[in-house]
Each structure stands twice: as C-alpha cells, then as structure tokens.
C-alpha cells in the first residue's frame, strides 16, 4: 500500500524551531514527527512511501534514509516551495500514485495509530474528522450527510454546521486517485492556483459527484503542529503516555 507525505513547507510560525530543522523532523514526545508517522504507517501495512519534500529537504532525505535504510521511499523536490502550497506539492508526486490508491498525510500532523486503523476499517475514499474539542475559524473543516457523506471542505466551511475538523489524513481509492490528479493539474497548471490548499480539489471532485466519507475519529488524539503553541500542546498530551516504540520495525524492515 502507498502512502503520500507532504513536508515541503518552511513553517515560519514554528520560528525559531524551524529555523535549522523542518518542521516535520521536530520532535514531539521524543520523536521526530516525521519518524513517528513511518513507524505508524508501517504498522498497519503500508510500505511505499513518497515524501514531498522542499525545505530543508537534504535533512528529511538523510533523516528517513538512516531511520530505515530498507524503506521503499521516494523524494519527490517541490523547488519552489516558499511561493506554492500543498496542492502544488500533492500534483508534483502524481506519476508516482495517480493510478493507485493512497494514503495522504501532511508531514506535521501527530496522531493515534487508531486513527488510521479507523480509516482502514471504513474502506477508501474517506478521509479523519476530529469532532471533539473546539475548532477554530481557521481550521479546515467538514461538512457531511447523516451517512457520513461530506458535502463541503475547507476552511471556510462555518463552525455551527460543521462534522468536524479534518485534520490532515484522507485514503483514495485508485479511481478517485485518478480524477483528483487530473483536476489538480488543471487547477494548478491550467489554470494557475499554485498557492490553494489541496481541500479545493477535494471540493471540486465532490461537486463532481464523487463520493468522501468523514470518518469522525472520536476521542483519538490528531493534530497538526502549526504554532509554538501547538508544539508545546503535543508534547505536554504525549509527555502523559508511554513512549514511543520506534524500534520495532527497523527489524522488521531488516528482515
């Protein structure tokens, strides 16, 4: 199964974190985020990885090539980071996932390994909605049916009609690969929308007629580290639980 992780961007509201290290490579309950989203992944079966990478991306190659040397992983350059956004990047590893389901993941977000279980239970095309806790204005949020269907994404959608916050992890099958790939290149390419968020794709496969399930994720913990807040925030929650077992499988990818 493939899996896309995107950590091309330069996260200024993490400065001075971020200064010398990408964001993705912070640690978070002592361990690199990055780190710990691979060993999940892995976990449940995933074992072809494509990283988005820009900034600072010679740390992210060394980092993941010496954490598991065996891991079947491309680097795919966004070079033009700094004046693109994450559609642009998501559209720059199509050759490697557009005929294929795949699982997307931004490279900031720390999460449960139910989470994804989650996600895997319910099937593709479906994407994690944290309904629990406040959501802000500027979250990207959800909308959905009373079967779970999603009707809006983004952040635009309002806070009192929302499902939820999607926090940053949807699974595609191969056909909606396919046509969200192609609405990426015209919106990126055609038509020159290299700074929106990928949720816009997301929207216009939806008003196409393809068919997101909102998998509400309950009580796990998801979230994504924007903000010195946030880093802090993720680090006391995890600081409260047993460490992390990033071991495990640095065997099994041995074996």
Same mark, same amino acid.
């Given at each position: 199964?493939?899996? @896309?992780?995107?950590?091309?961007?330069?996260?200024?509201?993490?400065?001075?974190?971020?200064?010398?290290?990408?964001?993705?490579?912070?640690? @978070?309950?002592?361990?690199?985020?990055?780190? +710990?989203?691979?060993?999940?992944?892995?976990?449940?079966?995933?074992?072809?990885?494509?990283?988005?990478?820009?900034?600072?991306?010679?740390?992210?190659?060394?980092?993941?090539?010496?954490?598991?040397?065996?891991?079947?992983?491309?680097?795919?350059?966004?070079? @033009?980071?700094?004046?693109?956004?994450?559609?642009?990047?998501?559209? $720059?590893?199509?050759?490697?996932?557009?005929?294929?389901?795949?699982?997307? $993941?931004?490279?900031?977000?720390?999460?449960?390994?139910?989470?994804?279980? /989650?996600?895997?239970? +319910?099937?593709?095309?479906?994407?994690?909605? +944290?309904?629990?806790?406040?959501? *802000?204005?500027? /979250? @990207?949020?959800?909308?959905?049916?009373?079967?779970?269907?999603?009707?809006?994404? *983004?952040?635009?959608?309002?806070?009192?009609?929302?499902?939820? /916050?999607?926090?940053?992890?949807?699974?595609?099958?191969?056909?909606?690969?396919?046509?969200?790939?192609?609405?990426?290149?015209? +919106?990126?390419?055609?038509? *020159?929308?290299?700074?929106?968020?990928?949720?816009?794709?997301?929207?216009?496969?939806?008003?196409? *007629?393809?068919?997101?399930?909102?998998?509400?994720?309950?009580?796990?913990?998801?979230? /994504?580290?924007?903000?010195?807040?946030?880093?802090?925030?993720?680090?006391?929650?995890?600081?409260?639980?047993?460490?992390?077992?990033?071991?495990?499988?640095?065997?099994?990818?041995?074996?």
């Amino acid at each position: 199964m493939k899996a @896309v992780i995107l950590a091309a961007g330069c996260a200024t509201r993490l400065r001075p974190y971020s200064d010398d290290t990408p964001k993705t490579l912070l640690s @978070v309950g002592g361990v690199p985020i990055l780190r +710990r989203t691979i060993t999940s992944l892995l976990r449940v079966g995933f074992d072809q990885f494509v990283i988005g990478t820009g900034y600072l991306e010679h740390m992210v190659r060394d980092a993941v090539t010496s954490w598991f040397p065996s891991l079947d992983v491309t680097f795919v350059s966004n070079e @033009v980071f700094r004046s693109t956004n994450n559609a642009y990047s998501l559209l $720059l590893t199509r050759e490697h996932v557009a005929d294929d389901g795949f699982i997307l $993941l931004d490279g900031d977000v720390v999460f449960d390994l139910g989470v994804v279980e /989650e996600l895997l239970e +319910r099937g593709p095309d479906s994407l994690a909605v +944290r309904s629990v806790g406040g959501i *802000g204005l500027e /979250e @990207v949020k959800v909308t959905a049916d009373n079967q779970d269907r999603v009707l809006a994404i *983004g952040k635009h959608v309002p806070v009192r009609s929302a499902m939820g /916050e999607s926090v940053g992890i949807e699974w595609f099958s191969a056909a909606t690969s396919k046509r969200l790939f192609e609405v990426l290149a015209d +919106r990126v390419t055609e038509q *020159g929308l290299v700074n929106e968020y990928y949720e816009a794709a997301f929207q216009q496969i939806l008003d196409e *007629g393809h068919t997101l399930y909102g998998v509400d994720i309950g009580s796990m913990y998801a979230t /994504e580290i924007d903000t010195i807040d946030d880093l802090m925030a993720a680090n006391a929650r995890l600081a409260q639980r047993p460490a992390f077992d990033v071991a495990v499988h640095a065997v099994r990818l041995a074996v």
